[in-house]
């Protein structure tokens, strides 16, 4: 019985020590898998992370890219921009030198005075009072030839009244009409005269009076 005893206290120490085993194995195999499972969650959350920064490159270097093409449109299209501005600058710039050219002659007539295309004018000096006088004088003389036909038409006048007067006279025996006064020679010389009178008078009206002198202007 004894040795049954000791069996059984060795088969419960050997379970015992199948039991730490056990135990033991159990948390080494716990403490395995935790540390791999660990590892595992690491790699994983590394291998997230450097995806991510991997995705993160590229979507940098995406968009400075896409940057680099803007600004690349950008100052082509500023650099066009300005060669247009400076082209319709230049444009404006020559319409307004134009309109000021254009401005400039259209206001040289203006400002031009007029001169007249005919030659200047003479000025005599004023005269004084006595030429004036003399001019005017001159000026308001009456024609000779006026004179003349005035004087012979009251010659004529006087001649024809006094001829009348004789003949509505009373004749006595002695009177005779006065052209038989002086006989023949007395009433030809008295048509002789009156017939050049005529004459004369006809000769001036045809002639026409000289009236560069008479008629002259106080100008002159």
Do not use: Y
Not at 100 to 107: N, P, R, S, T, Y
Not at 113 to 130: E, G, H, K, L, S
Request: contains cysteine.
């Amino acid at each position: 019985q004894l040795a049954e005893r000791e069996r059984a206290i060795e088969h419960c120490e050997r379970l015992v020590c199948m039991e730490n085993d056990k135990e033991d194995f159990l948390l080494s195999i716990r403490g395995q898998r935790h540390e791999d499972f660990n590892i595992l969650t690491r790699e994983r959350k590394n291998g997230k992370k450097q995806k991510q920064q991997k995705e993160e490159r590229k979507q940098r270097k995406i968009q400075a890219e896409k940057k680099r093409e803007q600004d690349e449109r950008l100052a082509l299209s500023r650099a066009a921009n300005d060669a247009n501005n400076k082209k319709l600058d230049e444009q404006t710039r020559k319409q307004r030198e134009r309109e000021a050219e254009m401005d400039k002659k259209l206001q040289e007539p203006r400002e031009t005075p007029r001169v007249p295309p005919t030659a200047p004018v003479r000025r005599c000096p004023p005269p004084n009072q006595a030429d004036k006088d003399k001019t005017d004088i001159r000026v308001w003389r009456r024609p000779q030839w006026v004179n003349e036909n005035s004087q012979q038409s009251h010659v004529d006048v006087k001649d024809g009244s006094n001829s009348r007067n004789e003949d509505q006279r009373p004749r006595t025996g002695n009177d005779r009409p006065s052209n038989q006064h002086s006989g023949e020679s007395s009433s030809s010389t008295f048509w002789k005269s009156k017939t050049h009178s005529t004459d004369e008078t006809r000769d001036s009206s045809r002639s026409g009076p000289n009236t560069s002198d008479q008629w002259q202007r106080p100008d002159d």
